[in-house]
């Protein structure tokens, strides 16, 4: 079956930095969405992204759909504390089955 | 805010017994999932429903069932419960049956003791 594989698995970084993340898949998706998961609360919709070679921003989120429609990335820059969170991302395929990621977990550190 | 209302927040049971977990989704979506969450873990899709019939099965036990009603409102039944259904328990809707973004509830955390 296919696989969805995000990393990395975990980042520690300091505040101001840039981060990035990634998810690659066996097979190909046509939609990709970015999640984001604050302790204890659902995850919220951060970015969707419906094309290959689609690059999408939300404040100081920017997101790509890979070329191949294999792949996604997203990029938080300047982090600040309130963006410590699990980061998902998900693929949904041809066949419209949606899958997560296992997540990012991001701590940033003043 | 989601628009996706899950309860009850919290449910604290003992082994062997059954609840069920109620979720409302957003006004206008017709598809709901729902979704486990054990700690440190993933999202693992349990079930999913559009507009009342059963779309797609995940790794949902067999002790475990849902429904969706006429209003769209969905309910996730566990019975026979053990140690290891401690968890956080997600819905989420979506506008429609496929490639439409999930919008998730805040959960219902289920311990079991």
């Known amino acids: 079956g296919q696989q969805l594989n995000q990393s990395p698995q975990s980042m520690f970084i300091q505040e101001g930095e840039d981060v990035s993340m990634n998810c690659t898949s066996s097979?190909?998706?046509?939609?990709w969405l970015w999640y984001k998961q604050d302790p204890g609360e659902g995850p919220v919709l951060l970015i969707a992204?419906?094309?290959?070679?689609e690059l999408t921003s939300n404040g100081r989120l920017t997101a790509q759909f890979g070329i191949t429609r294999k792949d996604s990335f997203l990029n938080i820059s300047a982090s600040i504390p309130s963006d410590v969170g699990i980061y998902f991302c998900?693929?949904?395929?041809?066949?419209?089955?949606?899958?997560f990621g296992a997540g990012t977990q991001v701590v940033v550190t003043p | 805010d989601s628009g996706v209302t899950q309860t009850p927040k919290h449910l604290i049971t003992a082994t062997g017994q059954r609840v069920t977990l109620r979720c409302s989704p957003r006004?206008?979506?017709?598809?709901v999932y729902w979704y486990q969450q054990s700690l440190d873990q993933g999202l693992q899709f349990l079930i999913q429903?559009?507009?009342?019939?059963?779309?797609a099965k995940g790794n949902i036990l067999e002790r475990f069932s849902a429904q969706q009603f006429p209003d769209l409102h969905s309910e996730l039944n566990l019975s026979s419960l053990e140690l290891g259904d401690s968890a956080l328990y997600f819905c989420?809707?979506?506008?429609?049956?496929?490639?439409?973004?999930?919008?998730f509830g805040n959960g219902t955390r289920l311990t079991v003791t």
């Open positions: 989420a809707s979506s506008v429609e049956r496929d490639n439409s973004p999930l919008h």
């Open positions: 097979s190909i998706f046509n939609t």
């Open positions: 992204l419906y094309k290959a070679g």
């Open positions: 998900a693929g949904s395929d041809s066949w419209g089955k949606l899958q």
């Open positions: 006004s206008g979506d017709l598809s």
């Open positions: 429903y559009y507009n009342g019939e059963e779309r």
